[in-house]
């Protein structure tokens, strides 16, 4: 379901903003201002997406990253949390992770 958002929101705005443009300039749209608004949406799509992945990684959910990589190599979780103790890192979990939800 994420995924499917991933693409419909930049999708949907970069309609309503090309829509809006178009509107602005009296039902007409030149190439050149059609690729000059979508450029602009995707710079702020992009820097939002960047600064909203630094906000989950450093406050919302620390541990994720470590944790994810240890359930790729085929680890179970006892095994996951055993190495970020190690690491002297202890995640809050989400509900992807959840490297401690039983602890």
Request: a positive charge; aromatic letters at 10%.
């Amino acid at each position: 379901m994420t995924g499917t958002w991933a693409v419909l929101v930049p999708l949907m705005a970069l309609w309503i903003a090309l829509g809006r443009r178009r509107a602005d300039n009296g039902g007409t749209l030149t190439f050149a201002q059609g690729f000059g608004t979508g450029f602009v949406v995707s710079l702020v799509r992009a820097v939002t997406s960047g600064a909203l992945f630094v906000i989950y990684t450093a406050v919302l959910n620390p541990g994720w990253r470590e944790c994810s990589g240890v359930y790729r190599d085929g680890l179970k979780r006892r095994e996951c949390e055993r190495i970020l103790r190690q690491r002297g890192r202890r995640p809050r979990g989400s509900r992807h992770t959840r490297p401690f939800a039983d602890a």
